[in-house]
Structure formats: structure tokens, C-alpha cells
């Protein structure tokens, strides 16, 4: 029905670049007002921060996994978009990396309130072309995110041979022969390839998951776990350098994702850090406002990770 606002999911594991693709949606020019409903893996919200600054409604869910308990904070916050007066052209859901969008999916659904009032547009997957072939191996929710895409931006191809990429391919058409695939480096898509599509086909997912609709428990894998560490003294930068520069070399293989909003010592803006395995990134992002308390966080993401030890490692970078 046309006057039902499209809901779009965008997911993807963990460091595959969707918050930067959102943010190249949100500050694209195309002149249409989205709300943002945002869940991140963690007991500290860092991906609200790490969003661009824009005229968009964001909404923040830092419950853990989309699929398990933050459903009904889900059916809320969509509940309480549809009664403002201020009407919307879409909605973005961006779910944290650890999540099996289906059960996402299952509640524009199953819930007949949000039913009545929105439609599942499409699911976009966002892909780390470098990284997706060991995920593949283990983690299998890497894996569903694929297979309940209608719409696949392979990423990061700046860090992959063509002869790597072709493997890629290959492997995510083995799990889904259907989805539109698009190239991208830093997410730069085309917003009208992945928004307004009409793409999700509810008969071709239950072709191929008959209990799609159905209400089913939910297994983490135990061995992830999520660190979350805040410190208010502002930190030194070459110290914090010099010491996650070690933990990535020493412990990359075993941290998925890290991520922080961080103050440092006599600098008015932010500075966002990011990583994957080894591979980190950072700039300074907005100037922090005079009603902030500026708080430094970061959040590792991996396996069996030793929280006293990262705790004493970020600690010691206090200036």
C-alpha cells in the first residue's frame, strides 16, 4: 500500500562499513526525511556519535542483540514515529553487526500495530570484501546476513585483488542467487539503489525458510563478547597510539571490531577511532558542545577478550 512508510534494514557484520554508508545516505542530497533507529552490540553507546550530524531523527537501542530483547523496544520507538506529527519518507533500521536480520524482518510481520502502519522495503547487506571469507568460516551470522539480502553492497574493494574479489562473489552467490550486488569503496552507493527499492519478496524468503515467520530461540556465540570502557580524564594521544597500536598487532586477531569517541588533551573536537582485526582508522569528527561531559569510550568487540588488562591499557593513556 502506497501510504505505508518503507522501512529499510541495513546490516552487516561487524566492521563492514554500514555507519558509513548511513551517513552517506543522510547527507546525500536527496532531499527526503528519514529516521534512524540505531542498536549496537555493548553496554556503552558509541554508534550514535560516530553519525553524522544531520536533520535526521536518531534513535539509540544499546540492549545487545536486535533480535532478542530489543524487539519490543523496536516496536516502540516505531510506534512512537508513527503517532508524531512530523511525518517521514523511510525508515532506517541499522542493526548491530551480530544480528541475524530475520527475526529484524519477522516483526513488520508479526506485529500487527507496526504492520498497519509501515512495510519491510528492503534488506541491504553491507559486505567487508577483505574479511568476508574468514567470517564466512565462523561466524555464521554472517552468512544469514547475506542470505536475507535483496540488496548486497560488496565493500572495501580498495583492499582486495580482482582475483580475491572474484572469490567473494562466488562465495556470496552460493548462499544468495537473487540479491542486487553493488561495488563499493567507502560506501559509495548510489542512495537510489538501496532506498525506495520495494525489493523484499516475502514469498521468495519463505521459499526458502518456511518458519521465517515464526517465533524461534536465539543463540549467541559465546565466545564474542563486548568490552566497553569509558575514562574522564582526557587522554594523550601518542600515548593511546603507541598502546592500541600493540593491542591490534598483539590481539587483532581475536578483536572484530573496536570503535571510540575520544577526548583528547587541549582539542575541542572529538576524535572517532575504528578498527577491523588490524586495520584502524580515526579523524576528528564534530567539536564536542559546551554541555558535554567529555568522556572518553571505546568498545572492543571479539574473542575472549581480557577486560582488566584492556581496562589498565586505556587507563594508562590518561594525560
Known amino acids: 500500500m502506497p501510504d505505508l512508510i518503507p522501512v529499510t534494514i541495513l546490516t552487516g557484520y561487524l566492521g563492514a562499513g554500514?555507519?558509513?554508508?548511513?551517513?552517506?545516505?543522510?547527507?546525500?542530497n536527496h532531499g527526503k526525511k528519514y529516521a534512524v533507529i540505531i542498536n549496537e552490540f555493548g553496554e556503552l553507546g558509541v554508534d550514535n556519535d560516530l553519525v553524522v550530524d544531520s536533520d535526521e531523527e536518531v534513535f539509540e537501542m544499546n540492549n545487545g542483540c536486535i533480535c532478542c530483547t530489543v524487539r519490543g523496544d523496536l516496536i516502540r520507538i516505531i510506534g512512537g514515529?508513527?503517532?508524531?506529527?512530523?511525518?517521514?519518507?523511510?525508515?532506517?533500521?541499522?542493526?548491530?553487526?551480530?544480528?541475524?536480520?530475520?527475526?529484524?524482518?519477522?516483526?513488520?510481520?508479526?506485529?500487527?500495530?507496526?504492520?498497519?502502519?509501515?512495510?519491510?522495503?528492503?534488506?541491504?547487506?553491507?559486505?567487508?570484501?577483505?574479511?568476508?571469507?574468514?567470517?564466512?568460516?565462523?561466524?555464521?551470522?554472517?552468512?544469514?546476513?547475506?542470505?536475507?539480502?535483496?540488496?548486497?553492497?560488496?565493500n572495501k574493494l580498495d583492499l582486495v585483488t580482482p582475483e580475491e574479489l572474484a572469490r567473494v562473489e562466488a562465495r556470496i552467490r552460493s548462499?544468495?542467487?537473487?540479491?542486487?550486488?553493488?561495488?563499493?569503496?567507502?560506501?559509495?552507493?548510489?542512495?537510489?539503489?538501496?532506498?525506495?527499492?520495494?525489493?523484499f519478496d516475502l514469498g521468495r524468503v519463505l521459499e526458502s525458510v518456511p518458519d521465517f515467520l515464526d517465533e524461534d530461540s536465539h543463540t549467541h556465540n559465546e565466545h564474542l563478547n563486548s568490552i566497553s570502557l569509558s575514562l574522564d580524564a582526557p587522554l594523550d594521544p601518542e600515548k593511546f597510539n603507541i598502546w592500541i597500536g600493540h593491542i591490534l598487532q598483539t590481539e587483532g586477531q581475536n578483536i572484530l571490531r573496536t570503535k571510540g569517541i575520544l577526548s583528547y588533551k587541549n582539542e575541542d573536537r572529538r576524535f572517532a577511532f575504528q578498527a577491523v582485526h588490524m586495520i584502524a582508522d580515526g579523524d576528528f569528527v564534530a567539536p564536542w558542545k559546551a554541555t558535554d561531559k567529555r568522556t572518553s569510550r571505546i568498545v572492543f568487540i571479539g574473542r575472549d577478550l581480557n577486560r582488566p588488562q584492556l581496562r589498565r591499557g586505556f587507563e594508562s593513556c590518561a594525560a
Open 18 to 28: 554500514k555507519t558509513t554508508l548511513l551517513n552517506r545516505i543522510l547527507t546525500e
Open 81 to 154: 514515529l508513527m503517532k508524531r506529527a512530523q511525518k517521514f519518507d523511510g525508515i532506517i533500521v541499522e542493526t548491530t553487526g551480530l544480528a541475524n536480520p530475520a527475526p529484524v524482518a519477522q516483526t513488520f510481520f508479526v506485529d500487527e500495530d507496526v504492520k498497519a502502519k509501515t512495510r519491510l522495503d528492503a534488506i541491504v547487506t553491507v559486505v567487508d570484501a577483505k574479511h568476508l571469507l574468514a567470517r564466512l568460516d565462523d561466524s555464521p551470522e554472517a552468512a544469514d546476513q547475506i542470505a536475507f539480502a535483496d540488496v548486497i553492497v560488496l
Open 175 to 199: 548462499i544468495n542467487r537473487y540479491a542486487e550486488i553493488h561495488h563499493a569503496t567507502r560506501g559509495n552507493v548510489d542512495v537510489t539503489k538501496l532506498l525506495g527499492l520495494n525489493a
